[in-house]
């Protein structure tokens, strides 16, 4: 099983950036499939998740009405479309697999690379 984790960067606050998390090994609608990420000094966090059976998406209050989860059944990859970022937006996120939809990271079975976002002026 792999999790590959993409498109962060540096970006001006306002601006959007879109994630990828490819996965391989795995069906993407049989996992619970989130989004966590990790500012330096911080515990890793939840962001975002969608849920495997149905595709129900969930967020964190902090990232509500800015931040667009999705799935892409055919390829596999879990999006997260993150607009009007914030310079506390700025971490490592990572994607990660796990049964359930839960927020605590030891929740998930498998864990892709992290990708960098900064977002600074």
């Known amino acids: 099983v792999q999790l590959q984790a993409s498109g962060g960067g540096l970006v001006q606050p306002g601006g959007s950036l879109r994630l990828s998390c490819a996965t391989s090994g795995i069906t993407v609608d049989d996992y619970a499939i989130s989004w966590f990420r990790q500012a330096p000094g911080k515990e890793r966090a939840a962001v975002s998740c969608?849920?495997?059976?149905?595709?129900?998406?969930y967020y964190v209050d902090s990232v509500k009405g800015r931040f667009t989860i999705s799935r892409d059944n055919a390829k596999n990859t879990v999006y997260l479309q993150m607009n009007s970022l914030k310079p506390e937006d700025t971490a490592v996120y990572y994607c990660?697999?796990?049964?359930?939809?839960?927020?605590?990271?030891?929740?998930?079975?498998?864990w892709g690379q992290g990708t960098q976002v900064t977002v600074s002026s």
């Open positions: 969608v849920k495997g059976d149905d595709g129900s998406p």
């Open positions: 990660a697999a796990g049964p359930l939809v839960v927020r605590n990271t030891r929740g998930y079975h498998y």
